[in-house]
């Protein structure tokens, strides 16, 4: 009998290998920024591995990671804006609704004054139009959350081709569905950096010249807005977990009603939170129309908002998480923009099937050293009745002894290998479904890690007890 035990940490968190001192204990012990560093190391040098086998040099190219951060901008904005609502107790499906409003202010604010940082400003407010009207719906009027998010995404849609068409349709170069072109905020590289990295890449050193390749699209051709963007993660990690706003709005989140007993404005945090929610999410369609696309176009977001929601579970509702998640999420589409695009062969994107089955082995080893149990974190009958208790749920559904997990991870890794072996050529799909199975994933093999904001998703009414 194992004598292998599992601790829990107050994140929800455990350890393989039985007892502190684990390889799980360690990493964690790491600062957040060691050890997202150090995964992100162990990924690259995955990667460089599986470039070699496959013939390929797109994986580590500063063309994909380039693409990579501009397809990762909007998720990553999104996700930020869940993270606020969800952190003051309010789930947020609406985002893409928000999204698509601030797609179509953020090109009418920069048609309209002739700057595209007025179409920033415009589809922040736009966004937050989106998350005011939210707020009212399920913090005043207490409408299932659920119910209001949806009828924001249904709602969206007709209102901006409504706007479209009475303003866009009257410009040269508009029509009902779509803006006349819009200018970008522009570009810049970081003098010296750029080049040092240039020169590294053309090493060849196996690696290092991955590394450097991978790096140099990080700060080549890079926008303001997206420069902007990123500063934005800290910035809100830093007003969520060091500020007296931040302790409120997680208070919100939490325990309402001890927060209103303490004399926390319960209402009132919600209230900025949701509205922060849909900026972030109005400036995530900005950056699609004005950095992306060049104009308004309707449909555009193609469900951004939604891979934004499951950035948000990725990142363990942590800012850091989720940035690191919208980057995982956007490495598929930016190595297909080259792949396929350019390249128009599918043969580098057929390497990612040999990285998940990589990914997939390990975590079978990690588990089978481990012998732990995988069981979701404990909820009562109340956080269950929740949206939030939802994804619980799906857990206790989907997990089970550390042995059964251990054997799917090797059933689901030698599905990739074998995939990877029969093809020469990845389906043109392929990316646009990984960011869900990477979250299935992440939710079956990572259940005790995940530790959503208990009362996201509850009614809450001034006086409850």
């Not at 994140?11 to 204990?25: V, Y």
């Not at 380039?66 to 990762?72: I, Q, T």
């Not at 409003?101 to 400003?121: D, I, M, N, Y």
């Not at 990739?416 to 799909?429: I, K």
Request: net charge positive; charged share 10%.
């Amino acid at each position: 009998m194992s004598n292998t035990q599992t601790i829990v940490t107050p994140e929800g968190g455990g350890t393989f290998g039985g007892g502190p001192g684990g390889f799980g204990d360690t990493l964690r012990a790491l600062p957040a920024w060691a050890r997202w560093s150090g995964i992100a190391a162990i990924g690259v040098f995955v990667l460089a591995v599986v470039q070699e086998i496959s013939g390929t040099s797109l994986l580590t190219s500063e063309g994909t990671s380039s693409a990579m951060v501009r397809w990762a901008v909007p998720i990553f904005l999104a996700g930020l804006g869940g993270l606020f609502a969800e952190r003051a107790g309010v789930v947020n499906i609406g985002l893409e609704g928000m999204m698509i409003l601030g797609t179509w202010f953020g090109a009418w604010g920069a048609l309209q004054f002739g700057s595209p940082w007025w179409g920033l400003a415009a589809g922040l407010v736009g966004g937050a139009l989106g998350g005011l009207l939210h707020a009212i719906a399920t913090v005043s009027f207490g409408v299932d959350q659920i119910v209001s998010g949806v009828a924001i995404n249904i709602l969206a849609p007709g209102l901006t081709r409504y706007l479209s068409e009475r303003v866009f349709g009257e410009m040269e170069g508009g029509s009902v569905s779509q803006s006349p072109r819009v200018t970008s905020v522009g570009k810049f590289d970081i003098p010296g950096v750029s080049d040092l990295l240039g020169s590294i890449r053309d090493w060849n050193v196996f690696f290092v010249s991955d590394v450097a390749g991978l790096l140099r699209g990080f700060v080549t051709g890079i926008s303001l807005f997206t420069l902007i963007a990123l500063l934005l993660v800290p910035l809100s990690a830093f007003v969520l977990m060091r500020t007296k706003f931040g302790l409120r709005v997680r208070i919100c989140g939490e325990n309402p009603t001890a927060g209103e007993s303490l004399g926390v404005q319960v209402f009132r945090h919600k209230y900025i939170a949701v509205i922060i929610s849909g900026a972030f999410a109005g400036l995530a369609g900005a950056y699609i129309v004005l950095e992306l696309a060049g104009l308004y176009r309707g449909g555009q977001t193609v469900g951004r908002g939604f891979i934004g929601l499951a950035a948000l579970i990725f990142g363990n509702w942590r800012a850091l998480g989720i940035l690191a998640g919208s980057l995982l999420f956007s490495y598929p589409f930016g190595l297909a923009l080259i792949d396929f695009d350019a390249t128009g062969s599918g043969v580098a994107t057929r390497g990612l099937l040999l990285v998940i089955a990589i990914a997939l082995f390990a975590t079978a080893v990690y588990l089978w050293r481990g012998d732990r149990r995988h069981e979701p974190p404990q909820l009562d009958a109340a956080e269950l009745d929740t949206p939030t208790g939802s994804y619980m749920r799906m857990l206790t559904m989907l997990g089970g002894q550390g042995k059964s997990l251990t054997l799917l991870a090797f059933g689901l890794g030698v599905g990739a290998l074998v995939w990877y072996l029969a093809t020469e050529r990845a389906a043109a799909w392929l990316p646009n479904t990984m960011p869900y199975v990477l979250v299935l994933l992440v939710l079956i093999f990572a259940a005790q890690r995940l530790r959503p904001p208990k009362a996201a998703g509850k009614p809450f009414r001034r006086g409850d007890h």
